[in-house]
């Protein structure tokens, strides 16, 4: 059994692609059970972001887990898998644990050292548990990935060299408009992300309105953050008075047309609209972007940034120091949980020798029962407790050795050498690193013609 993680971000595939991908409960649910139902994954979690989409998953054979996850992610995006293939990576064993660890710091984010990704990773972890698709392989490695996010945020100085997305795109907002103080905004969706859409604007001091499709949880976020709460069909009515529109629902279609915002332009003016879309798929129609004094601040305008700008966009000047204090505390992490996993590997191994040890033991006191038959019973259990005692003597050393030797770091299979040497005939997993998919059909030929299902 090992960890594999095949996914999408946008550090690898552009956010046209990534909607495609994206996910809701109801996705993501099915998603999990069409996984753990496949060939080759008894366990999964998946990680479904406004810039990732990634499965973590136990699997049984690592082709087999790459071909069964791969046509998942490929069904959901409508493509085939060969068609994906130039955006996916592939992680696998101590790769794939220092992968979601580093997701989980905020070190892997659009906004390096945003603390969002981790409230998100602790939500795809509890729906796991909740639908029964993680277990004894993937409750220790979410738990401590969870645990590696908060160490990274207390324990280093990323969080001043981080932000959330929402920040980041507030900011490009100011560059347009100045400061947001007084300005009214208009922030449509009150899940998580618009939650926090809404605080955030709150601290900066604007005037916010929410709305969204549930008129409850809008006035319940209006009131936290000292602003009023719309009904979504007044949304033609609140954007003329708009100076910003934040929108970050979970929906799969078009919220905010461009026919409605046009109308929305009428008669301000010189006055602009900054419209702010952090939703996967996108909430607000692209041509929105071709109309007069509209700026469109979205996903595809961060990414780009991100790209042609290395460690932008941030809230402040990366420093250097934080950030590989926060890669070191991964390694370190990375390194403990690999030390605790190749220790419980050993555990089989050591129990079989054990169990082959007292196999041998119990045959050779029948063969001297029978040699020996008028033996009375002292000498007998005298004997049969002195060649335990012998044998658990013998044993002791190596098999203590071969826990500690397991538990340091390094290339040598020595539960594999014990299995050699004493002929028990336990299979050892594959060790493969990180690959991309590409890598991965071109030694799988099932993978290239593969139709997503």
Same mark, same amino acid.
């Given at each position: ?61 690592? %082709? ?26 592939? %992680? ?6 220092? %992968? ?33 698709? !993680? ?9 401590? =990935? ?21 920040? !980041? ?149 990366? =420093? ?69 005692? !012998? ?63």
């Amino acid at each position: 059994m090992s960890l594999l993680a095949v996914g999408v971000s946008h550090q690898t595939a552009p956010v046209a692609l990534l909607e495609q991908f994206a996910m809701g409960p109801d996705d993501r649910v099915k998603a999990l059970h069409e996984l753990v139902e496949s060939d080759h994954v008894t366990e999964a979690l998946v990680l479904a972001t406004c810039n990732r989409i990634e499965v973590f998953a136990e699997v049984e054979k690592f %082709h087999g887990g790459v071909t069964d996850v791969s046509r998942v992610l490929a069904r959901q995006a409508g493509a085939t898998v060969e068609e994906l293939s130039p955006y996916v990576t592939v %992680h696998y064993e101590d790769q794939a644990v220092a %992968h979601l660890f580093t997701v989980a710091s905020g070190l892997d984010s659009m906004v390096v050292g945003e603390t969002q990704v981790l409230g998100q990773l602790r939500a795809a972890y509890a729906l796991a548990r909740e639908e029964g698709t !993680v277990g004894r392989a993937l409750h220790p490695v979410a738990q401590r =990935a969870l645990r590696v996010g908060k160490r990274v945020h207390t324990e280093t100085g990323i969080d001043r060299a981080g932000a959330s997305l929402v920040s !980041v795109a507030l900011d490009r907002a100011e560059d347009v408009i100045g400061s947001l103080t007084g300005r009214p905004v208009l922030v449509v969706g009150a899940g998580s992300m618009g939650a926090l859409a809404a605080t955030t604007l709150a601290r900066r001091g604007a005037s916010v309105v929410v709305s969204t499709r549930t008129e409850a949880h809008a006035a319940r976020l209006a009131d936290a953050v000292d602003g009023r709460a719309a009904r979504l069909d007044e949304l033609p009515a609140e954007l003329p008075l708009a100076d910003v529109l934040v929108t970050c629902t979970g929906a799969t279609g078009l919220v905010v047309s461009t026919d409605v915002v046009a109308e929305a332009m009428r008669g301000r003016g010189d006055r602009p609209l900054v419209v702010v879309d952090l939703a996967l798929p996108r909430d607000v129609d692209p041509g929105v972007g071709a109309l007069p004094g509209v700026h469109v601040v979205d996903l595809a305008l961060l990414q780009g940034e991100r790209s042609s700008t290395p460690g932008r966009p941030t809230a402040g000047p990366v =420093a250097a120091d934080d950030i590989s204090a926060a890669h070191a505390l991964v390694e370190a992490e990375t390194a403990l949980l690999r030390a605790e996993r190749q220790a419980a590997e050993v555990a089989p191994t050591v129990s079989a020798l054990r169990s082959q040890a007292a196999e041998v033991v119990d045959a050779e006191l029948l063969r001297l029962s029978t040699r020996l038959p008028d033996l009375d019973a002292r000498a007998r259990g005298e004997i049969a407790r002195t060649v335990r005692r !012998v044998v658990d003597k013998l044993l002791h050393e190596p098999t203590v050795r071969v826990k500690e030797l397991a538990a340091t770091p390094g290339e040598t299979d020595y539960a594999g050498a014990l299995r050699a040497l004493f002929g028990l005939g336990i299979d050892a997993p594959v060790s493969v690193g990180e690959t991309t998919l590409s890598d991965a059909v071109r030694v799988d030929p099932e993978l290239r013609t593969g139709e997503a299902s």
